[in-house]
């Protein structure tokens, strides 16, 4: 059996864009949700005074991910962040420690 794929990905943001980008990733999210492999895709903001879009993810497999990669509202979302974000996303994939 497959084990999911769970990601973390933090987006810090440059000042200004920080509503525009929570709107798009709603949008974004909305749309992955009904991809057949994503289990769980969730947005979120930090708390502080810099905030950063955060996303949790859980995908069924690689082949969820990467289909996920490559869709319009995905592409969209990425064209959508440049030059709007503070640094380079952090992305992390996670291994659950049971």
């Known amino acids: 059996m497959t084990k999911p794929i769970d990601i973390l990905a933090v987006l810090p943001l440059r000042a200004g864009y920080e509503n525009d980008i929570f709107a798009a990733a709603m949008r974004c999210a909305l749309e992955s949700r009904k991809e057949a492999g994503c289990l769980m895709y969730q947005p979120y903001r930090s708390q502080g005074d810099h905030p950063k879009l955060v996303f949790i ?3 069924h497999d690689e082949s969820a991910i990467a289909f996920h990669e490559n869709t319009p509202h995905f592409k969209a ?4 962040t440049e030059g709007k974000l503070a640094n380079p996303p952090e992305i992390l994939r996670l291994d659950e420690i049971a």
């Open 57 to 59: 993810e859980r995908w």
């Open 77 to 80: 979302f990425i064209a959508f």
